[in-house]
């Protein structure tokens, strides 16, 4: 994982997040990379409702399920869905409850920011 894209800007973090302050850049980090690297496109199906489109890779699957696993478990109001829609493909649903739509905004935001930046 490369370390370009740590940031403590973490203004976006709803204070429901359980993850430590001090771990919360690196996790950016992680997510940051995944969004670099996999992330073909995305939709947002609505408001409480966002599908990326990744790269289909074993390596991209297996870490997609890690991070979500790790954040589900510091952040419980997201809900995470891995599926495969095709052999090349992957689609990962993240949903949230109404009082979060703003924490999947800045989700997005983030997603295509980096993804446009390849």
């Known amino acids: 994982m490369s ?6 800007d973490d203004a976006w973090v ?3 997040c ?3 302050t001090a771990e919360r850049p690196l996790r950016l980090a992680e997510f940051d ?5 996999a992330v073909r496109g995305l939709d947002r199906l609505s408001a409480q409702h966002l599908r990326l489109r990744l790269d289909g890779g074993a390596q991209v699957e297996e ?3 890690d991070l ?3 954040e589900s478990s510091c952040c419980s109001f997201f809900t995470f869905g891995l ?4 052999p090349d493909s992957l689609s990962l649903d993240v949903r949230v409850p109404a009082a979060h739509v703003d924490v999947l905004d800045a989700l997005a935001a983030r997603a295509v920011s980096l993804r446009d930046q390849r």
């Open 18 to 20: 359980t993850l430590p």
């Open 3 to 8: 370390d370009r894209h740590i940031t403590t």
């Open 14 to 16: 709803p204070e429901a």
């Open 33 to 37: 990379q995944l969004f670099t690297d």
């Open 63 to 65: 870490t997609a399920r």
């Open 68 to 70: 979500t696993a790790r």
């Open 83 to 86: 599926s495969r829609p095709g």
